[in-house]
Structure formats: C-alpha cells, structure tokens
C-alpha cells in the first residue's frame, strides 16, 4: 500500500482571512479604501483587533460612507488603532494593561470575570491564527482619542 500524499493548506495572511470571513465584509472595504491591504498582508506579524459586521452597524447611521468618501484620513487613523505590533495571543493580550497601536496610541486592557475588553469593545473571539499575525474579533468599532 503506498503512502497517499497529504498537503496542508499554506495558512493565508490577515487580509486573505479577513476577506474569506463573511464577518468581515465592512471591515476588508474599508481596510481596502485606506489602501491598508498591503501592510496588512505584508510579513508583520501584527494583532489585529476586527470588528465584525454588527460592530459596525453599531455606529451612527451613515458614519461608514463618510469615512469611505475620505479614506486616507479619519478611516485610516481609526483602522491603525485596531492593529497592534507583534503576534499576541490571548493569553498575551489579557497579562496587558495597555498595548501601542502602529498609529502610536495606547489601548487600554481590562480583563473582569472572564471577559476581555479592548478599550471598550469585548473580545468575543480570539487566536484566528494567520501566517502574518493574528486576528481577535471584536464587539465593537474602537475610537482613538483625538
């Protein structure tokens, strides 16, 4: 009997998996529009903390399109403050009080009663591995301080 070769999938990186998850589809546009998917496909490695779908919907009605209509501003400052440097699994995330975005500003770590909370937004999923970082989900479209 001979061996049947098997060949693992290579593991795709942070924008490849982000576009492949239907979560994500706000998300993958505007990191699109900000001319992000470059960077974030590049070698890293980088945390990423992505709002889903419903994250979005949460903010004022016609916030999105707005952002999207001047993408290299607001939009990117916004987006940079959900990528951090560095693969950081959870266990790494919830020893943090603070963590520095690429954009230089602090996020703010709170972990209570097994809930982890990322300058507001709760962590409901974590450690999607990618070959570039990782991607934690998030509740929430997180604000840097102006």
Do not use: C, W
Request: hydrophobic letters at 45%; a negative charge.
């Amino acid at each position: 009997m001979t061996p049947v070769a098997t060949t693992v999938p290579e593991m795709k990186d942070i924008v490849q998996t982000a576009v492949a998850d239907a979560r994500f589809t706000t998300l993958v546009a505007a990191v699109q529009a900000a001319n992000l998917t470059p960077t974030l496909s590049g070698p890293g490695p980088f945390t990423v903390f992505a709002p889903t779908e419903d994250a979005f919907a949460k903010l004022p009605e016609g916030t999105v399109a707005n952002l999207l209509k001047e993408p290299q501003g607001d939009l990117t400052q916004i987006l940079l403050y959900h990528v951090v440097s560095g693969k950081l699994m959870a266990a790494d995330v919830v020893k943090q009080t603070n963590l520095t975005t690429v954009g230089g500003k602090q996020l703010t770590i709170t972990v209570e009663n097994e809930t982890v909370m990322v300058d507001g937004a709760k962590v409901v999923k974590t450690d999607i591995e990618t070959k570039n970082g990782v991607i934690h989900v998030i509740d929430a479209v997180m604000i840097p301080p102006a």
